[in-house]
């Protein structure tokens, strides 16, 4: 799924959480691609040599496929969730879950074509080859969920008001 999206859906499913932590969970929900593909992008902004439509895969750099590995993969979450749970002697933090949401979300919209999501890493190198986040149905089915999420969430705030 796009980057948009994650954040727009991970807002939705924690909209009742105190604002600090929906604030959070939205970072923890785009993070993933922030952080492989972040660097990437503004790079190439820099370099003024911004791409129309998907860029190519051969125009990816390699740091890009390591640290999307990390950052997708149930396996690293799994660890890093474990580990705060410990530094916080055992209570859970649940805005750290939308990162696992969001690899979730990545293992039924990512296809071989593109990224698909190495849920598994550094287990196994296995990966699904799903439905393509892109593909215009997708994106109009998706964002007019979200558009329908969205006025439900404004609904209720006015009849609660």
């Given at each position: 799924?796009?980057?948009?999206?994650?954040?727009?859906?991970?807002?939705?499913?924690?909209?009742?959480?105190?604002s600090i932590d929906r604030w959070w969970a939205i970072f923890f929900g785009v993070a993933p691609d922030l952080f492989s593909f972040g660097p990437f992008f503004v790079t190439r902004l820099i370099d003024n040599a911004?791409?129309?439509?998907?860029?190519?895969?051969?125009?990816?750099?390699?740091?890009?496929?390591?640290?999307?590995?990390?950052?997708?993969?149930?396996?690293?979450?799994?660890?890093?969730?474990?580990?705060?749970?410990?530094?916080?002697?055992?209570r859970v933090w649940w805005p750290l879950s939308a990162w696992l949401v969001h690899i979730l979300v990545d293992i039924g919209t990512h296809t071989y074509e593109f990224f698909p999501?190495?849920?598994?890493?550094?287990l196994s190198s296995w990966k699904i080859n799903a439905i393509n986040w892109a593909d215009p149905t997708f994106m109009i089915v998706n964002y007019s969920l979200l558009l329908l999420a969205y006025l439900e969430?404004?609904?209720?705030?006015?009849?609660s008001s």
């Open positions: 799924m796009d980057t948009l999206a994650h954040g727009l859906w991970t807002n939705v499913i924690y909209q009742r959480q105190r911004w791409p129309a439509g998907r860029p190519s895969l051969a125009s990816i750099p390699v740091y890009v496929s390591i640290i999307y590995s990390y950052t997708h993969s149930i396996v690293i979450w799994l660890i890093v969730f474990g580990l705060v749970v410990l530094w916080r002697r055992g999501t190495p849920f598994l890493f550094p969430i404004y609904r209720r705030r006015r009849i």
